[in-house]
Structures are given as structure tokens and as C-alpha cells.
């Protein structure tokens, strides 16, 4: 196994700020998100406000990735490359932003949440709300003293509480200089396993939570990734840094975002599935 390298404080002003661009990007994004807009005009929305502030799209060319961010639509897991599919009423998307500063010699940032794009099926507010939970259950467990598995396992018994599955081939990754780096953080698992978490650890969280089973297949593109059953899949993910106090969470955004975080019920704390299905009937 490859160590994990801590960050000093000097290194962590370069991530907060690389990570405070990939958030506000994220922000913009939100505002675009509606029927009648294509995968590829985000791309070029991220494209172009990334390098308005003089830095990098990290996905752009990574290990051969043709575009600038990730769209994964519906039944895709992760790693949807944007081209002329346009958004219809009832999808849902996730948009996975990174973005590094080169003159501030690369640090990455790396978050992404999933949208509803106009009226979501009660079967898409299912899976995007648990996976939202999902992140922030995980954001709960990092602390110093804690173990890399209190992440997982904490992320996988509410998600199969609540009837969903968590992915098992693709996980959330130590994150720096480099992209991807250790430690692997899985979003399953047990308590008291893998790695200690230590102050300037800094990794992402990065549940992917299917409504189905949790096998995924990859298409014939090498990239995009689908849930095998075909269900519907949902994602939210964050770049954290472990600090001696807890967590700081360095792709936290100042606002709610738009077609996601401000649904009526979208905001209410520690809603479960069963609250949410409650509210729909009542209402
Ligand atoms: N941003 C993704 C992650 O969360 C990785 C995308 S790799 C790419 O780790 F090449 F598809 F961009
Ligand atoms: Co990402
Ligand atoms: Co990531």
C-alpha cells in the first residue's frame, strides 16, 4: 500500500482555493440545468468558466477523457461523457466538476451533485435524496482517531435501509497534486477497518447509490458507466480534509443549488425515504 501524504497548511490554502472554484463552478452549473439544454453545452459552460479564472478542467485528456466534466444521466453511474443528448423532463444528472490552478502547482478539487431536470418521478427523488443523505453520513464519520471504513459502513447501512445499493467498483480516492491518489475510500464496509484518519488527510466522498442492485457495466466508449439492471443511479460528492477538530469540508458551497437543494422538501435535515414518501402523499 502507498502512503498517504498530509497536507501542511501551506498546502491546504492551494486545495481550498482549487476546491472553492470546482464549488462555485458547481453553483453555475446549477442555474443551467432545465429541458432543452445538452450534455455538451455543459461541458462548454464548465470549459470556459474554468479557464475565465485561469485554471484547469482535470478531466480534460485524464488517462484519455475527451471532455472537460462529467454527465451521467439517469442509469449512468459515473464518468458520462457530454455530447448531443438533451435533457428531457424527468432525468436526472449528475455533473462531476474538477478543477485545478497550474501556477499554484495543480492541486484538484473535485465535487459533484446530482439535478433534477423539471418535474422528478417520485422514483428520482428516492434515489437523489438518499444519495444526498448518503454524502453527508459520510462527512459525518471523518475525524481524527476514526478509521477510512467508518465511512462506508455508516454510508451502507442507511442506503440499504432505505431499500437502495451501494456501488461497489468505483470509490472515493485521496485527492491533491494528483487526481486520484490513496487512499481508496469505499462506500461500503465495516467500522474499525482500513486506514486511520489523521489530521491533513484529504480525500473525496463520493457515494453512488443505485435504486437496484449495485453491479455496474461499462460501455463499449471504455468510460461510461451504467447500473447493470439499468436503474436509476444517483450521486453527490465532496473533497474533505481531515483536521484536528473533525472534518472541513473544502468544496462547501456558500448557497443552495438550484434544482437540487431547493426542492420544498429537499432541506429538511435528516429526511429519510419514509418522511419524503409522507409528504408526497400529504400534499
Ligand atoms: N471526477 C471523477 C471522480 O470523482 C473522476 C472523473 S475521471 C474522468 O473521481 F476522466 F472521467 F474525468
Ligand atoms: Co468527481
Ligand atoms: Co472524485
Not at 485561469?54 to 477523457?65: C, I, M, T, V
Not at 453527508?136 to 465511512?151: A, F, N, S
Not at 465495516?190 to 437496484?212: A, D, K, S
Request: proline share 6%.
Amino acid at each position: 500500500m502507498s502512503s498517504i501524504e498530509l497536507m501542511s497548511p501551506g498546502m491546504l490554502k492551494k486545495m481550498r482555493e482549487a476546491c472553492a472554484l470546482a464549488a462555485d463552478t458547481l453553483v453555475m452549473i446549477s442555474g443551467h440545468i432545465r429541458p432543452g439544454v445538452t450534455t455538451d453545452h455543459i461541458n462548454t459552460l464548465v470549459h470556459d468558466y474554468t479557464l475565465a479564472h485561469n485554471a484547469l478542467p482535470s478531466p480534460l485528456g485524464y488517462r484519455g477523457f475527451p471532455k472537460s466534466v462529467c454527465t451521467s444521466l439517469n442509469e449512468v453511474v459515473c464518468h458520462g461523457i457530454p455530447g448531443p443528448r438533451v435533457l428531457v423532463d424527468g432525468d436526472i444528472i449528475n455533473v462531476d466538476i474538477t478543477s485545478t490552478y497550474p501556477v499554484k502547482r495543480g492541486f484538484h478539487g473535485d465535487n459533484s451533485a446530482t439535478f433534477y431536470v423539471g418535474e422528478p418521478s417520485p422514483e428520482a427523488r428516492k434515489i437523489v435524496e438518499v444519495s444526498r443523505r448518503c454524502l453527508e453520513i459520510g462527512v459525518e464519520q471523518v475525524r481524527p482517531g476514526g478509521r477510512i471504513g467508518d465511512i462506508g459502513a455508516a454510508i451502507q447501512e442507511y442506503a440499504e435501509a432505505q431499500g437502495c445499493s451501494v456501488v461497489r467498483d468505483y470509490v472515493g480516492h485521496g485527492i491533491g497534486r494528483s487526481f486520484h491518489m490513496p487512499p481508496n475510500v469505499p462506500h461500503f464496509g465495516q467500522r474499525n477497518t482500513l486506514q486511520r484518519m489523521t489530521p491533513g488527510m484529504v480525500f473525496t466522498i463520493e457515494p453512488m447509490i443505485n435504486i437496484g442492485g449495485y453491479e455496474c457495466e461499462v460501455l463499449a466508449d471504455q468510460w461510461t458507466v451504467l447500473t447493470r439492471d439499468r436503474s436509476l443511479t444517483a450521486q453527490f460528492e465532496h473533497t474533505v480534509a481531515v483536521t484536528r477538530e473533525g472534518c472541513e469540508v473544502l468544496t462547501q458551497r456558500q448557497g443552495l443549488l438550484n434544482h437540487s437543494e431547493d426542492v420544498p422538501w429537499a432541506d429538511l435535515g435528516p429526511l429519510t425515504c419514509a418522511h419524503a414518501y409522507a409528504r408526497l402523499r400529504a400534499a
